[in-house]
């Protein structure tokens, strides 16, 4: 066989496969440029002690509070608030935040208190639909 006969059955050959190497990763079907921005974008959970967004009352919380007799100070609110932040990094979603003589059902998502109750009205009764309770600090 001629040199030139070799060379040409060389190149028409197929390439052998390279052997894997264990160290080396797949390529990942996303790019980091992109999985950056999206992780940039994403709003960050907040922690206690920094500014959060704040608490709301629902209509019937509200409504609640006001045939209950039962008035929240300032100061109340801001121990809500950071309740729901715990709440919020735990991954709550409604959760029973008992504050001094009040019994609050809050939606943690949401930010939003649902119903409020006295401690009398709370002893005895049970609460379903919750996956969480606190003590406000």
């Given amino acids: 066989m ?3 006969a070799l060379y040409n059955q060389l190149i028409q050959a197929p390439t052998p496969a390279r052997p894997l190497d264990p160290l080396r990763k797949p390529a990942s079907s996303t790019d980091f440029a992109s999985e950056l921005d999206k992780l940039l974008k994403t709003p960050e959970k907040t922690t206690p002690g920094t500014a959060s967004a704040p608490v709301h009352f629902s209509k019937h919380a509200k409504a609640r509070l006001h045939s209950r007799g039962i008035e929240l100070q300032d100061g109340d609110l801001d121990r809500i608030s950071k309740a729901v932040d715990q709440l919020e990094l735990k991954g709550a979603k409604e959760s ?15 930010r939003t208190v649902i119903t ?15 996956d969480s309770a606190v003590l406000a600090a």
Avoid: Q
């Fill in 2 to 4: 001629s040199l030139d």
């Fill in 116 to 130: 409020a109750m006295s401690r009398d009205e709370a002893l005895g009764n049970l609460f379903t639909g919750i």
């Fill in 96 to 110: 029973l935040v008992l504050l001094d003589d009040v019994a609050l059902i809050v939606g943690v998502p949401k």
